[in-house]
């Protein structure tokens, strides 16, 4: 009776240690670096934007890839807060700095952009009462409007990589979160993503697009 006892008690600890180690691992799995390539080396066509609005010798699209790649570089916290004057300045932020920052990095302020649209259209922007151009910017779903208004609408589906471009922006869920499409992609042709958040708290630039659903695909031409 005593040696059945001990197999059960035996078999109930082994359980938690096997959750435990199964844990450990796809921790230490989704840690592991993941293969990227080019566009060129999977044999896809890669644009390039026709404008080049800072004259600095690259095109928007991936002028934008490398000022989200310079931004995520700096280690961001990830932290929601109200800025004075509306831009963070203490090392904190959230997915929408990734896009302002790539949009700054190619010779646009975002922030007046968006500002100027609300005022312009105010009816584009239902979800607000008072206009606040400390904070406006920086939401997803303003974002989601204004590009829906002034960029290339595009396909939200993964059928065709060639679709898919550095520099284009991504929203998902219900205006839940915006990426950068970078200029690395996975075997499959579809682009790495340039974010900070949902559903992790790091900035990174990673193999992470399909980790929520794709609502909202943009491509800036104005």
């Avoid at 010798?57 to 990830?78: N, S």
């Avoid at 005022?119 to 009462?129: K, L, T």
């Amino acid at each position: 009776m005593g040696r059945s006892r001990r197999r059960k008690r035996g078999a109930l600890l082994i359980l938690p240690a096997l959750l435990l180690l199964a844990g450990i691992a796809a921790l230490l799995w989704r840690k592991l670096p993941r293969p990227s390539y080019t566009a060129r080396q999977l044999g896809i066509e890669e644009l390039s934007s026709p404008l080049d609005a800072d004259g600095d010798g690259v095109d928007d699209w991936h002028d934008m890839v490398l000022g989200a790649r310079a931004y995520i570089a700096t280690d961001p916290h990830y932290r929601s807060k109200y800025y004075p004057g509306g831009y963070p300045d203490d090392g904190l932020g959230v997915c929408t700095d990734v896009i302002w920052q790539a949009f700054r990095a190619a010779g646009y302020e975002l922030k007046d952009l968006v500002d100027a649209d609300i005022a312009a259209h105010p009816e584009r922007y239902g979800n607000i009462a008072t206009p606040d151009p400390n904070i406006d910017f920086r939401r997803v779903s303003n974002l989601d409007r204004f590009f829906s208004a002034h960029a290339q609408v595009l396909p939200c589906s993964f059928d065709d990589p060639v679709q898919w471009q550095p520099g284009d922006i991504v929203t998902f869920g219900n205006s839940d979160h915006v990426a950068l499409c970078s200029d690395k992609r996975r075997a499959d042709g579809i682009p790495w993503i340039l974010h900070h958040g949902n559903p992790v708290e790091d900035a990174v630039e990673a193999d992470q697009i399909g980790r929520l659903p794709v609502t909202g695909h943009y491509r800036w031409l104005p």
